[in-house]
């Protein structure tokens, strides 16, 4: 084929970062000249040493060094101050303002040095705990860079062009070689390979595909060629789903998170406030000089300042966020993942989710002698008739029974009588038990065990009269009963809702050990169902795959959508599971629990830092040099407890 290339300059990199209004995180990207300004004032407060002791040479040095250092301390902490003050309408500080004020009040009682010192150390670290925050952001964002541009379109007259993936159409067809990137989603026509799914499901083994299968964009084609027709349009594929899922992460917080910011500026007010009473009060309280009583002052405004606080809980959360992403599992928000720990009902849909979603063949029985040319031709003829049903359970016949010798039939379908056919002078029904007259006891006996045991049957006659039957059953999923095993070590509530009859429902129900199974329940009742158990157990979650589980997912506290299930539930859900694979939703909240811990460990050592700094201060046994190593060092620990939850989740 002759192949002809397109150049596109625009090439689909226009990917929507914005992540809403919420400005409270201050997500700023400095870029790198106040990291220059930072080396410039790190070698200057060096030189400064060099200098004579308390020279105005070295003074100079120490101010500049703190101006260029703290460039982005003192800029953030003004200008950031002023316009979150104007947006919200009332005084609202940040903890950078605290750290200018302690620095610029130890340059006035003359510590020029350890003024220095803390903004230098407190700017080290403020570019640290970005770069922390950042891996675990840049552990998701990769997933954008992976994005296709490109497609081999395939023309009119057989030649190949190479096209931005903006101008694909559903319904082109397109070529896909060896080692390529799929360009977007689509279904084989022609060929046989093998695919890194890893961007869409986290499975890092290929999935092998042929003819009629699926292919997703941005995924990567094994060493198989293959054809493909277009199915979606490049906004709608699967692929930018996950982006858009990933964006949604990074903006929404925890409701930790989202809490701690909420009360810095509070914290901070207070701060301001406490201050210069204490100050005030040195001289009287503790008979410090007014000159020791600023200094202790200066020391407690460091000692005080929330910065490991703040920092508790957003590297932790995106963090898991990331664990989570690579593993495919896709949360919307850290605020969702938190309030995964604390469910206390889990609602299931049961066709996809709790099962497999479709029917096969678990049990049979011919009226012949077992192994007999009469129960291999018996086969033959249901082989041959079921091939003209189109319908699911005709599905499942067929996978179960393999014909020995292919039969042309001529097939009826009729209403309220089945399959019909002729074949050697007799004629052969497949249908319901209900449709059919003359039916053996021990047909009959089988029948009604395999109808208590929630599967569905049906009868094969030969003129009229039952000599066999085949019962059927959506099995659960392999994993179903593992999972549900671990919610109720986790005194977790297990409910599955289902359309179907309360006995299908039942037999599914025991087979998993779920705790209570709802049936012959209607689309639009699976959220109310839903409310009641959050009047009766508290927080719930909902798994869900389909059109008519959106409802409920949205009601639920957490809505969880299969992977493998319909754009609707998919967009409506708080999270998704990228392969249908239950015990991802284990995973994840095993790791929702352990975020929730990690949160409460840098809370609990930020604030006892805080304590024992400022009671140290009381007692005279802390200088501003010990108190800015002490902070930032707590700060730095706070972070990479955080960073931790990068690493897998024991399961």
Same mark, same amino acid.
């Given at each position: ?12 990199? /226009? ?5 809403? /209004? ?8 400095? !870029? ?48 950031? +101050? ?9 005084? +609202? &500080? ?15 009682? !003359? ?30 964002? $990769? ?8 497609? @081999? ?10 096209? &931005? ?19 977007? /989603?689509?279904?084989?026509? %022609? ?7 890893? %961007?869409?499901? !986290? ?45 949604? %992460? ?104 709790? +099962?497999?979603?479709? &029917?096969? *063949?678990? /049990? ?72 059919? $007259? ?36 959506? *099995? ?48 639009? $009742? ?9 009047? @009766?157990?508290? +927080? ?53 629990? @352990?975020?929730?811990? *990690?949160?409460?460990? $840098? ?29 930032? !060092? ?18």
């Amino acid at each position: 084929m002759e192949t002809a290339k397109e150049h596109d300059h625009n090439h689909n990199h /226009d990917h929507d970062h914005d992540h809403g /209004d919420d400005h409270s995180g201050h997500d700023h990207s400095h !870029g790198k000249f106040p990291i220059v300004l930072f080396f410039t004032g790190l070698i200057l407060f060096g030189m400064a040493f060099f200098t004579g002791e308390g020279s105005l040479v070295q003074n100079t040095l120490f101010i500049s060094a703190m101006l260029l250092s703290g460039y982005h301390i003192i800029f953030e902490g003004i200008s950031d +101050t002023i316009t979150d003050t104007k947006r919200l309408r009332k005084f +609202t &500080p940040n903890v950078h303002i605290l750290m200018t004020l302690a620095a610029v009040g130890a340059m006035i009682i !003359g510590n020029f040095e350890e003024g220095a010192l803390l903004i230098v150390i407190f700017a080290g670290a403020h570019f640290l705990e970005e770069y922390a925050e950042g891996r675990s952001k840049r552990e998701i964002t $990769n997933l954008l860079n992976m994005n296709p541009t490109e497609a @081999r379109l395939i023309q009119a007259d057989g030649s190949v062009q190479t096209v &931005p993936v903006s101008r694909l159409h559903i319904g082109d067809k397109l070529q896909v070689l060896n080692g390529d990137q799929i360009a977007t /989603d689509g279904v084989i026509l %022609s060929g046989a390979t093998s695919i890194d799914e890893s %961007s869409i499901n !986290g499975e890092s083994i290929p999935r092998e595909k042929t003819i009629g299968d699926e292919v997703f964009g941005s995924t990567i084609n094994g060493n198989g060629s293959f054809t493909m027709e277009v199915t979606k349009e490049a906004s709608d594929t699967v692929f930018v789903k996950v982006m858009q899922l990933v964006n949604q %992460s990074q903006s929404n917080l925890s409701k930790t998170a989202t809490k701690i910011q909420k009360i810095e500026p509070i914290y901070v007010i207070a701060v301001m406030i406490i201050v210069p009473i204490f100050i005030a009060l040195g001289p009287t309280i503790f008979n410090w000089s007014w000159n020791e009583s600023f200094y202790r002052g200066m020391v407690f405004l460091i000692s005080a300042s929330p910065c490991a606080l703040a920092a508790s809980a957003v590297s932790a959360t995106l963090s898991s966020i990331s664990n989570l992403a690579k593993r495919g599992v896709l949360f919307k928000g850290g605020s969702y993942l938190a309030n995964l720990a604390e469910i206390k009902s889990v609602a299931f849909d049961k066709t996809g989710t709790l +099962t497999k979603g479709k &029917p096969v *063949v678990t /049990d049979f029985h011919f009226e012949t002698v077992e192994g007999s040319n009469l129960e291999e031709q018996l086969i033959n003829i249901v082989v041959a008739m079921e091939k003209s049903a189109n319908h699911p359970l005709a599905d499942a016949i067929l996978q179960k029974f393999q014909a020995t010798k292919e039969i042309d039939l001529d097939v009826a379908n009729e209403i309220g009588k089945g399959l019909l056919s002729h074949y050697q002078g007799n004629t052969y029904q497949i249908g319901k038990p209900e449709i059919f $007259n003359q039916v053996p006891l021990k047909i009959e006996d089988y029948n009604d065990r395999y109808s208590r045991a929630g599967k569905t049957v049906v009868y094969v006659a030969k003129d009229g009269y039952v000599i066999g039957l085949i019962a059927m059953m959506d *099995v659960p999923n392999e994993n179903a009963r593992k999972v549900v095993s671990y919610l109720k070590s986790q005194n977790i509530h297990t409910t599955m809702i289902t359309g179907d009859a309360e006995l299908t429902g039942q037999a599914v129900g025991r087979q998993i050990g779920i705790d209570e199974v709802i049936g012959n329940v209607l689309p639009e $009742n699976k959220a109310a169902i839903v409310d009641d158990q959050q009047a @009766r157990f508290g +927080t719930v979650s909902m798994l869900g795959d389909g059109v008519n589980d959106a409802p409920a997912l949205v009601k639920a506290d957490i809505g969880v959508a299969m992977g493998d299930g319909t754009d609707i539930a998919i967009d409506v859900a708080d999270a998704v599971l990228m392969q249908n694979d239950l015990t991802k939703f284990s995973y994840a909240h095993k790791t929702a629990k @352990r975020l929730d811990r *990690v949160v409460w460990q $840098n809370i609990g050592f930020s604030m006892l830092i805080v304590l024992m700094l400022v009671t140290l201060n009381i007692l005279g046994k802390m200088d501003i040099t010990l108190g800015i190593i002490a902070h930032e !060092g707590s700060t730095l620990i706070v972070i990479f407890n955080g960073l931790r939850l990068l690493l897998p989740t024991k399961m």
